[in-house]
Structures are given as structure tokens and as C-alpha cells.
Nanobody, 127 residues
Framework: QVQPIQSGGGLAQAGGSLRLSCAASGHTFSSYGMAWFRQAPGKERKFVAGSGWDGRRAYYADSVKGRFTISGDNAENTVNLQMNSLKPEDTAVYFC????????????????????WGPGTQVTVSS
């Protein structure tokens, strides 16, 4: 089982940048991957971006495409999410999720496809 370990987040002004990181605790295989989801107060958890644990094969939600970028550190099994041109509507708790097994593939966007989750980190964007 892979357990995600999150770091980063915080407060930024609109138009600013923040960075999130997610490290995999446990052994990973090339078919394993991860994703970021976010949840605003009173709303459902939504997919943001995902990739393999090397940061390759990245895919994004339309709402963040062109603003958020995934990069990976293969040696550390860590994926970073660089968030630029932040908007107030990006404010949410961001969760890193790890995926593996039969119901998961790199490209999954459903929360139920992921087997373990980080505790979440707050991202707040002020206008």
C-alpha cells in the first residue's frame, strides 16, 4: 500500500503562486500513480491533476489547465504541483491521493479509484 505524504500550501493573493508536494511512502510500480483533488466548503471533492509518481503522463482538469503544472522527482517518488495565476475560486483543501490496482489507471479522475489519501492542506487565495 502506498501512503501519500503532503506538504506545501498556504495563503496567496490572486495572480500569485503556491506549490504543493506529495511523496509516496511505500514501494511503487510504473502502473501506480497519484492525483490531487480539492474540496471547497460545502462542495464535493473534485479532481485537479494527476500523473505517475515520476510526474510523467500528467493530466489536468479544464479549470486548472495552463495554470497548474505537475513535475516529478523520480528518485524521491515525489510529485510537485506548481500553481500559478491563482484565483479566489482555487481556495479549497487540497488532497493528494495514491492509486494502484485493478480499478485504477493513470488518467483516473474519480475519487473512488484511489486507495489512500493524505490529510489535506489548505490553499487560500485572496482577491
Amino acid at each position: 500500500q502506498v501512503q501519500p505524504i503532503q506538504s506545501g500550501g498556504g495563503l496567496a493573493q490572486a495572480g500569485g503562486s503556491l506549490r504543493l508536494s506529495c511523496a509516496a511512502s511505500g514501494h511503487t510500480f510504473s502502473s501506480y500513480g497519484m492525483a490531487w483533488f480539492r474540496q471547497a466548503p460545502g462542495k464535493e471533492r473534485k479532481f485537479v491533476a494527476g500523473s505517475g509518481w515520476d510526474g510523467r503522463r500528467a493530466y489536468y482538469a479544464d479549470s486548472v489547465k495552463g495554470r497548474f503544472t505537475i513535475s516529478g522527482d523520480n528518485a524521491e517518488n515525489t510529485v510537485n504541483l506548481q500553481m500559478n495565476s491563482l484565483k479566489p475560486e482555487d481556495t479549497a483543501v487540497y488532497f493528494c491521493a495514491a492509486g494502484w490496482g485493478q480499478s485504477y489507471y493513470i488518467g483516473s479522475r474519480r475519487a473512488s479509484d484511489f486507495g489512500s489519501w493524505g490529510p489535506g492542506t489548505q490553499v487560500t487565495v485572496s482577491s
